[in-house]
Antibody
Framework: QVQLVESGGGLVTPGGSLRLSCAAS????????MTWIRQSPGKGLEWVAY????????YHADSVKGRFAISRDNAKNSLYLHMNNLRVDDTAVYYC??????????WGQGTLVTVSS | DIQMTQSPSSLSASLGDRVTITCRAS??????LNWYQQRPGKAPNLLIY???SLRSGVPSRFTGSGSGTDFTLTISSLQPDDFATYFC?????????FGQGTKVEIK
């Protein structure tokens, strides 16, 4: 069945970096847009970035532009989120999701990123 | 950015009750509106897409309606599995934006 599994979260100090990964299975990964969405108690659900199958259409939310970069490796069925210059307000559970036409389905189980000194 | 506003933020209901959740967009989004259910500690799951289409495998007690700026999610007869938080999300324009959520609790 279609499955997405995130990894790479953890505790990092402000200004630090992390790389999140999302392993996809059960579908033709290269056919789909993929998305990162985060959820924090203070901000609710926030769409972070998306990338198309060919990696030539990429969009980042203004809140992360210049600090985060989405990428993918279709040969490895993997999606990535490279996060630099992390801030306290980046603390959230980060989900990867497949973009099915105009909706997100399914979502991974999420990985927690905590930015704290 | 398009703002999505849900009401109420929370509600208490009993098993078998009919429940209605409203989502309003800050501008017309036509029918580009999706609904998700999130149980505690879990990821959101798609319930309704394109305002009124039921995702395969979702019980028929869930219905979505609306277009333009005003949308509704209705649960016809609340079941134990339905106590969760529900989010709306617009896919009319980027950035995709979500409502703040409606928590459905047991009365």
């Amino acid at each position: 069945q279609v499955q997405l599994v995130e990894s790479g979260g953890g505790l990092v100090t402000p200004g630090g970096s992390l790389r999140l990964s999302c392993a996809a299975s059960g579908f033709t990964f290269s056919d789909y847009y993929m998305t990162w969405i985060r959820q924090s108690p203070g901000k609710g659900l926030e769409w972070v970035a998306y990338i198309n199958g060919a990696s030539n259409t990429i969009y980042h939310a203004d809140s992360v532009k210049g600090r985060f970069a989405i990428s993918r490796d279709n040969a490895k069925n993997s999606l990535y989120l490279h996060m630099n210059n992390l801030r306290v307000d980046d603390t959230a559970v980060y989900y990867c999701a497949r973009e099915e036409t105009n909706w997100f389905d399914p979502w991974g189980q999420g990985t927690l990123v905590t930015v704290s000194s | 950015d398009i703002q999505m506003t849900q009401s109420p933020s929370s509600l208490s209901a009993s098993l078998g009750d009919r429940v209605t959740i409203t989502c309003r967009a800050s501008q017309s989004i036509h029918s580009y509106l999706n609904w998700y259910q999130q149980r505690p500690g879990k990821a959101p799951n798609l319930l309704i897409y394109a305002a009124s289409s039921l995702r395969s495998g979702v019980p028929s007690r869930f219905t979505g309606s609306g277009s333009g700026t005003d949308f509704t999610l209705t649960i016809s007869s609340l079941q134990p599995d339905d106590f969760a938080t529900y989010f709306c999300q617009q896919s009319y324009s980027s950035p995709r934006t979500f409502g703040q959520g409606t928590k459905v609790e047991i009365k």
